[in-house]
């Protein structure tokens, strides 16, 4: 896939940062509704057809007689919005422009020349070529300098991700030329590259921790999770897993039936997995376990924090209202409205909140909204300075919002899912030199340097052994910290040595990611991940909830 890494600095367009909105809307499997033509509303139809005619009006004389000119579609898309922020956070109009590219982070593949890619200092660089696609065939190593894209020059000119898609991708079939720069080569080197189609992953990593713990990181409910999971699943119990520590963590949500098939393969004798409740009863369901699971019995623990959203909820709500799986980590972000998808006129969308998810005891994932979109977005912010991302916040615990499961355990409602374990935020190895090697892109850019110069034998060492030998010395911390200092990253002792585990750790982590990808990344980060390590000492609460003891 073409996409960045989480820490460039890019200056944002309106459309990225209305993205993770964007991705995060729960679509609904059912009809679409299309717009073709105005019709009144059966609940109030005088109001909507005299409220029509009231905005007609008005963009009209606004339209001949206001005293400089105007764009129209710009004042209807504006006041849109902000019509559409006084119903619920999560209820939104996709101009038409953007549709496709808030689409393809859910779909299951798209169509481009395959490469993972990173933006530092104004240069694209190919963190990887993506395995059996057509930069991997032609040639394109990690490492390598995107300087021009079709003769056009892309170095230096302050390119974001989007202005990548719009050069890298296009239809299968169609050639792009790219000019590469190549450390080992003197002079640019030319490829034609022939766009393909390319898979996308939400499965980002399984393995097996030890002998009989498995992990999977699911990171978006897309068009090809379920299948992606159950390819994970599968692989691991044929490896001996008899416990799976599932990681939704940071995870946004995406296509609603995808979540309830995997909580399906988890879930026995036809329980209640989730119900939606809207206006009137044409919205309203309720979605049980319908067949007979690939891990219905064992134990298993799912980690979840304040990213976690929308389709997550649902799969992390229906285990633990089921007594099925033990909950660790932090209060989820609270995404528990159902949209539809409505197709208007002009190509754009509306995807429009027609009922509420509730999990099988009767809680609501949705947290409160209080008409301030941009409150409602601080939220997590707010958690952080309320100190919620250190112990769990008291006034979630009240009665009123108790509620039972399957076996009579307490849990509480109030937005998001509330962890049977929490786990606070461990801060303590953090700081602000940290953050701006990270910000610098010092981390990935040494990381990426040690590679390319140590790539022979590095590709010679089995990851097992790299696991267990392979040391961050003190000699390559100072040459971070000298690259650093170069590219204006001023030098803290007292924060270098704060952090100076984490910076091993993090530094041994990206060079196992450019030898041996995710599979080699996520084992050696897990490392130094307390949330990881916490969840792996609770398997055996999570065996007594499994056996129905709690």
Same mark, same amino acid.
């Not at 949705?366 to 309320?386: C, F, S, T, V, W």
């Not at 140590?454 to 040391?471: A, V, Y």
């Given at each position: 896939?073409? #996409? ?17 909105? /964007? ?15 105005? =019709? ?14 009231? +905005? ?33 956070? &999560? ?73 990548? +898609? ?34 996308? &992953? ?18 978006? /409910? ?6 992606? +999971? ?27 039936? #995808? ?28 979605? +049980? ?71 099988? =005891? ?28 250190? &112990? ?77 030998? /392979? ?49 080699? /990344?996520?084992?050696?980060? &897990? ?24």
């Amino acid at each position: 896939m073409e #996409h960045g890494e989480e820490n460039r600095r890019v200056r944002n367009t309106p459309f990225q940062i209305k993205l993770p909105l /964007f991705i995060s809307l729960a679509l609904v499997a059912g009809v679409l509704l299309g717009a073709t033509t105005f =019709s009144p509303s059966i609940n109030n139809p005088q109001g909507t057809a005299k409220s029509y005619l009231k +905005f007609r009006d008005i963009l009209s004389y606004i339209d001949r007689d206001y005293v400089d000119p105007v764009n129209v579609e710009e004042l209807t898309d504006y006041a849109i919005d902000k019509m559409l922020e006084k119903l619920d956070p &999560h209820t939104a109009y996709i101009p038409a422009e953007e549709l496709a590219m808030a689409r393809s982070y859910l779909e299951g593949d798209f169509e481009g020349i395959g490469v993972e890619f990173n933006i530092f200092k104004d240069t694209i660089y190919v963190i990887t070529p993506l395995s059996g696609g057509p930069s991997e065939a032609a040639g394109i190593q990690a490492g390598d300098k995107i300087i021009k894209v079709n003769g056009e020059n892309v170095a230096g000119t302050g390119i974001d991700n989007e202005g990548v +898609f719009k050069r890298l991708r296009g239809p299968k079939g169609t050639e792009v030329e790219l000019t590469i720069l190549r450390n080992t080569v003197k002079k640019p080197l030319q490829f034609t590259i022939e766009r393909s189609k390319i898979p996308t &992953h939400s499965v980002d990593v399984s393995y097996m921790v030890d002998s009989k713990t498995g992990y999977i990181k699911v990171s978006r /409910f897309a068009s090809n999770t379920y299948e992606e +999971f159950m390819a994970a699943l599968t692989g691991l119990k044929d490896k001996g897993m008899k416990q799976l520590l599932l990681d939704l963590r940071g995870n946004p949500g995406g296509y609603m039936d #995808h979540a309830i098939r995997m909580a399906d393969e988890f879930i026995n004798d036809e329980k209640l997995i989730v119900y939606t409740d809207g206006k009137g009863e044409r919205y309203d369901s309720k979605t +049980f376990a319908e067949k007979r699971g690939v891990f219905e019995k064992g134990s298993l623990v799912v980690l979840l924090d304040e990213g976690s959203a929308s389709a997550s909820e649902i799969v992390a709500g229906a285990l633990q209202d089921n007594d099925r799986a033990l909950i660790v980590g932090r209060r989820s972000f609270g995404k528990g409205l159902v949209q539809m998808p409505i197709p208007l006129n002009d190509g754009s969308e509306l995807r429009l909140t027609i009922s509420r998810y509730y999990t099988p =005891s009767g809680r609501s994932i949705q947290k409160p909204y209080g008409g301030d979109a941009e409150e409602y977005e601080m939220d997590i912010l707010h958690r952080y300075e309320n100190g919620e991302y250190f &112990h769990p916040d008291s006034s979630l615990f009240a009665d009123s919002l108790k509620y039972k499961t399957l076996s009579g355990r307490d849990v509480y409602g109030g937005g998001g899912i509330m962890p049977d374990v929490f786990v606070p935020r461990d801060t303590t190895e953090l700081s602000e030199y940290l953050s701006q090697l990270y910000n610098k892109n010092m981390i990935r850019e040494y990381s990426l340097a040690y590679y390319q110069k140590h790539k022979r034998e590095l590709e010679k060492m089995p990851f097992e052994k790299f696991n267990k030998n /392979f040391e961050v010395t003190d000699k390559m911390l100072q040459e971070v910290v000298q690259m650093a200092q170069t590219a204006g990253v001023e030098y803290n002792e007292a924060q270098f040595k704060r952090s100076r585990n984490l910076l091993r750790n993090n530094l041994k982590a990206f060079i196992a990611r450019s030898v041996y990808g995710n599979d080699g /990344f996520f084992p050696v980060l &897990h490392q130094a991940d307390d949330e990881f390590q916490e969840a792996l000492r609770h398997f055996s609460q999570a065996q007594s909830l499994a056996a129905g003891s709690m």
